[in-house]
């Protein structure tokens, strides 16, 4: 059975950090690619990062580049996602997702997706 299965979520105040892991069973990252989303009450989906198996390639969406680090360890068959200097609007459910066809972190069509992990940063 695939799945992915995040954790490391929680309540931080904002300026704090949080590392979320996705932990993938069922199949292996090595050759998909692998993103991190995530979704406010009342809002869309977003993209947050994503990072290629290929080459290591990492992108980020403008709200959290600088502050935020994507990183896989294919060993473990793990996903991370470093959050740093929080701030009350990164808090959302985070959702990793992979994909065998990668295009960009947005256009993608990602095959399997995890169950999400609640982020509150406070202020």
């Known amino acids: 059975e695939v799945q992915l299965v995040e954790s490391g979520g929680g309540l931080v105040q904002a300026g704090g950090s949080l590392r979320l892991s996705c932990a993938a069973s069922?199949?292996?990252?090595?050759?998909?690619?692998a993103g991190w989303f995530r979704q406010a009450p009342g809002k869309e989906r977003e993209g947050v990062s994503c990072?290629?198996?290929?080459?290591?390639?990492?992108y980020y969406a403008d709200s959290v580049q600088g502050r935020f680090t994507i990183s896989s360890d294919n060993a473990k068959n793990m996903v991370y996602l470093e959050m740093n200097s929080l701030k009350p609007e990164d808090t959302a459910v985070y959702y990793c997702?992979?994909?065998?066809?990668?295009?960009?972190?947005?256009?993608?069509?990602?095959?399997?997706w995890g169950q999400g992990t609640q982020v509150t940063v406070s202020s």
């Open positions: 990072i290629t198996s290929s080459d290591g390639s990492t």
């Open positions: 997702a992979a994909t065998s066809n990668f295009i960009d972190c947005g256009s993608s069509f990602y095959d399997y």
């Open positions: 069922g199949f292996t990252f090595d050759g998909y690619a």
